[in-house]
Each structure stands twice: as C-alpha cells, then as structure tokens.
C-alpha cells in the first residue's frame, strides 16, 4: 500500500517563504515522477510542479515560476517544495502525488497515487 504523506504547510504573512515535504512508503520509487498540485476552494485542482527520478527533468506552472522551487530526495524517498514570495493566490490545499511511470506530467490524471493534502494559507 502507497503512502505519501506532506508536512510543513501552514498560515504565512503574504511575501514569505514555507517549504513543504512529502514522504513516500510502501513501495520502491524507482524511476517514478513526482509532482505538487493544488486546489483552492471553488477551483480545481491544477498542477504545480513535478520532477523526474534523476532530478534532470523538471516542470513548474506558470504562475509559480521564479518563486517555486521542488526537488527529491530519493535515498530517503522524499520530495519537497520550496515556495519564496508567497501570494494570498496561492493559499489552497497542496497535495503530493506521485506517477506509475517515469515521464513528469502536468495534468492531475497522469498521477496515480496521492497525499491526503495540506494546507497553505497565505494572508494579505
């Protein structure tokens, strides 16, 4: 059985920095994507950031370029998330999720297995 379960989300003031985790058990990760995506309430859940296996590929969306950062760790099967200069926008649960497959995706489908979410609220 997968678990993935997320630590570090939180309440921060708007411009301010919190760093998400993510710890995988219950099977060998090897050669799997990762990614965080998240929804707001009222919206979908839309794609954030996902890394390969090696770490070579990575994508974020758009509008968290520049100011998020994800990265793995994968000796201790974790990946984490580094959100800098943080928006009331971008207050929403973040989920973790991670692929089958080892090509990085963006839409919510290509994900297999899933975090129970956490939630980041950022005040204006």
């Known amino acids: 059985q997968v678990q993935l379960v997320e630590s570090g989300g939180g309440l921060v003031q708007a411009g301010g920095s919190l760093r998400l985790s993510c710890a995988a058990s219950?099977?060998?990760?090897?050669?799997?994507?990762m990614g965080w995506l998240r929804q707001a309430p009222g919206k979908e859940r839309e794609f954030v950031a996902a890394?390969?296996?090696?770490?070579?590929?990575?994508y974020y969306a758009d509008s968290v370029k520049g100011r998020f950062a994800i990265s793995r760790d994968n000796a201790k099967i974790m990946v984490s998330l580094q959100m800098n200069s943080l928006k009331p926008e971008d207050t929403a649960v973040y989920y973790c999720?991670?692929?089958?497959?080892?090509?990085?995706?963006?839409?919510?489908?290509?994900?297999?297995?899933w975090g129970q979410g956490i939630q980041v609220t950022v005040s204006s």
């Open positions: 999720a991670a692929r089958s497959l080892s090509g990085v995706r963006t839409e919510k489908y290509e994900y297999d297995y």
């Open positions: 219950g099977r060998t990760f090897s050669r799997n994507a």
């Open positions: 890394i390969s296996y090696s770490g070579v590929s990575i």
